[in-house]
Nanobody
């Protein structure tokens, strides 16, 4: 699976962005998909995950109620809708795929990674 993330940019605090991650391969619909982020000087952290059907999702506490992960298996794409953005959301955002049925937050459990897209939130 090859992943291509896009949609990052510069936004003011309180604004919104939608990230997209396009995947190649016919088995996209069988993968758990996740979004991670890495701020300067910090470790890469789990942000959100979604199971193959889209019925189950998981979020890190800091984004609950503000971010929404979704997927379109017909388009081989996963999205991250980010609302009410804060300066502390500034990071490079990565999409990742896991060949399993379960959503996990550990980055080492994800098999495939996209190249990252930068999100900058100004105060």
């Amino acid at each position: 699976v090859q992943l291509q993330a896009s949609g990052g940019g510069l936004v003011q605090a309180g604004g919104s962005l939608r990230l997209s991650c396009a995947a190649s391969g016919r088995t996209f619909s069988t993968y758990v998909m996740g979004w991670f982020r890495q701020a300067p000087g910090k470790e890469r952290e789990f942000v959100a995950g979604i199971d193959w059907s889209g019925a189950s999702t998981r979020y890190v506490d800091s984004v609950k109620g503000r971010f929404t992960i979704s997927r379109d298996n017909a388009e081989n794409t996963v999205y991250l809708q980010m609302n009410s953005l804060k300066p502390e959301d500034t990071a490079v955002y990565y999409c990742a795929a896991r060949s399993s049925s379960y959503i996990v937050s550990s980055r080492i459990e994800y098999n495939y990674w996209g190249q990252g897209t930068l999100v900058t939130v100004s105060s």
